[in-house]
């Protein structure tokens, strides 16, 4: 998961940081801007497509979980 360091780095963000969560709610494309994400990261993570972050992406479903806990799936 090392190339989607940057992707998992965002989602943690949020997981974890009030503000950075904030962040993400009000602006979704604002907040993926802030992170160096390819287009196919970007988009996944302001969708919230869990079926992507988690399959294609690889990223760890537990942290997907904590993630959506946080944010819901809007």
Do not use: C
């Amino acid at each position: 998961m090392t190339e989607r360091s940057e992707l998992a780095r965002a989602i943690f963000a949020i997981v974890e940081d009030a503000p950075a969560r904030a962040a993400f709610d009000s602006d979704r494309d604002g907040y993926a801007a802030r992170f160096d994400l390819d287009a196919e990261e970007r988009a996944a993570l302001v969708a919230l497509d869990r079926d992507a972050l988690r399959e294609r992406l690889g990223i760890n479903p537990m942290l997907l979980y904590q993630l959506e806990a946080r944010v819901g799936s809007k």
